[in-house]
């Protein structure tokens, strides 16, 4: 297949999955138990004063938080399998998710519980997290790149996870421990539009930067000597790449907890579809990851009469699709 028609069948398919996101979305909005199971067409809305505020407040706020969750997560898991060169890492993986929740659990236990800090204190967390991951790697003496990194992503992990075992224990056991108990399964119950519109431009300008600068993933990806060749300086690089890559996934964790997996299989159905280049796999996987996050937020609120917590239900899906992916004879070709 040649590079052009490639490049069109790429578009093409990029075109229908944001087409698919939209009508998904729409989708969304309009299933809920309320007022009646199922559809809710826009005349009841209408007709229905706490029909539409429910629409407003609660659905609206929550769809759009599912969908900035899968993305976030679906971008951030792709570029750090390509700047680390490894398939098989995302961002639980690399200590950032446990980071951000003990960031984040930190900041509720002495007293800034406004959205703004939580924010600030799971981001610095999850971006220590990751700088610990990277620096254990390179200091671990045994087995190779992808060996070592899983290693120090597990021993990080570890690390903050038994952290915030520590903060819940100093935390008040009715107001503070349940919200702190709420990091550990993931959710997005509690989103009003207060928490959108503060997590939107920390989700929104990040991603809208990484696509603009996909090329330099690509070559950073390639190795250091193609990427001096080329002019770039692949230290600088990597620093802003990951951290551009970060800030989405830690805004988005301080919001609705750890939600795993979904970082490391929707990369691979993105290569799956457009290939390892950057260029096209990495708007792919923002995409793919927005209906990824859509798909299992609608299965939580709507499956059973209680609701499911999202990071159960990630970890479900996706150790199902993970098992797939891995079985089938052509998995080389797309890790």
């Not at 539009?193 to 990040?206: C, Q, R, T």
Request: charged letters at 10%.
């Amino acid at each position: 297949m040649s590079k052009t028609v490639k490049h069109r069948s790429n578009k093409s398919r990029l075109i229908l999955l944001c087409l698919t996101l939209a009508a998904v979305f729409l989708l969304s909005l309009l299933l809920g138990r309320y007022p009646k199971p199922g559809f809710t067409p826009i005349s009841v809305l209408r007709a229905d004063p706490l029909a539409l505020k429910i629409f407003l407040t609660l659905r609206l706020p929550r769809c759009t938080a599912a969908m900035l969750l899968g993305m976030a997560l679906g971008c951030g898991g792709l570029i750090f399998q390509l700047i680390f060169s490894n398939p098989l890492v995302e961002p639980g993986f690399l200590g950032i998710s446990q980071g951000a929740a003990f960031g984040a659990g930190l900041s509720i236990i002495l007293g800034g519980q406004a959205l703004i800090w939580m924010q600030i204190s799971a981001a610095a967390a999850g971006l220590t997290g990751l700088a610990l991951t990277y620096i254990l790697a390179h200091r671990l003496r045994f087995g190779g790149w992808l060996l070592r990194l899983i290693l120090a992503g597990i021993a990080v992990s570890a690390l903050f996870s038994a952290g915030l075992g520590l903060v819940k224990t100093l935390a008040d056991p009715l107001t503070q421990l349940p919200e702190m108990t709420f990091w550990l399964l993931g959710g997005l119950s509690g989103v009003t539009p207060s928490h959108l519109k503060a997590a939107i431009p920390g989700v929104v300008i990040p991603l809208t930067i990484l696509i603009a600068l996909r090329w330099r993933i690509n070559i950073l990806s390639t190795g250091d000597q193609t990427a001096f060749s080329l002019g770039l300086s692949p230290a600088k690089g990597r620093l802003l790449i990951l951290f551009l890559a970060v800030i989405p996934v830690t805004t988005m964790i301080s919001i609705s907890g750890i939600v795993q997996w979904v970082g490391l299989i929707v990369p691979h159905l993105s290569r799956k579809l457009f290939g390892a280049d950057a260029s096209a796999s990495l708007p792919g996987a923002i995409v793919i990851g927005g209906l990824f996050g859509l798909i299992c937020d609608d299965f939580a609120r709507l499956l059973f009469s209680g609701e499911i917590p999202l990071g159960i239900l990630t970890a479900f899906l996706g150790v199902i699709l993970f098992i797939i992916i891995l079985t089938r004879p052509d998995t080389e070709q797309t890790c």
